[in-house]
């Protein structure tokens, strides 16, 4: 078994197999044990490119752990509908001045990021 980040193999795999490995340019290397094969792949652009690409998984999963505990935090949003951002929130509720003798509320909202307000009225 080949530890993809390390380049580490482990022999117990294997056991006493020798390996015969095509190099570029139809060079052939033989080795004795697979942790032999670490030097070899270290020369190809391929094995550098995939230690590259793991290493940018690894980074992208705790970028999107940190983004979804980010979203767990935030407060209840709406999304704008100027501007689109998720800062539309509800500002206040006051009675109506023009139906508050008919039980209506007023609901105000507003963007915090485009200062967007927006006036609702409820029963």
């Known amino acids: ?5 390390t380049g580490d193999a482990d022999s117990s795999d294997l056991g006493p197999v020798s390996v015969a490995i095509t190099v570029f340019k139809g060079a052939f290397m033989f080795l004795s044990s697979p942790s032999d094969l670490r030097p070899v792949l270290e020369q190809l652009p391929e094995w550098k490119q995939i230690l590259e690409i793991v290493k940018e998984i690894d980074t992208l999963k705790q970028r999107i752990d940190i983004l979804e505990q980010a979203l767990q935090r935030a407060p209840q949003a709406n999304q704008c509908p100027r501007c689109r951002e998720l800062s539309y929130r509800l500002r206040k509720t006051e009675p109506d001045p023009t139906f508050a003798t008919s039980g209506m509320q007023r609901r105000v909202y507003q963007c915090g990021a485009c200062d967007y ?3 609702r009225l409820f029963n």
């Not at 078994?1 to 980040?5: A, K, T």
């Open 1 to 5: 078994m080949i530890d993809f980040q």
């Open 117 to 119: 307000t927006e006036h």
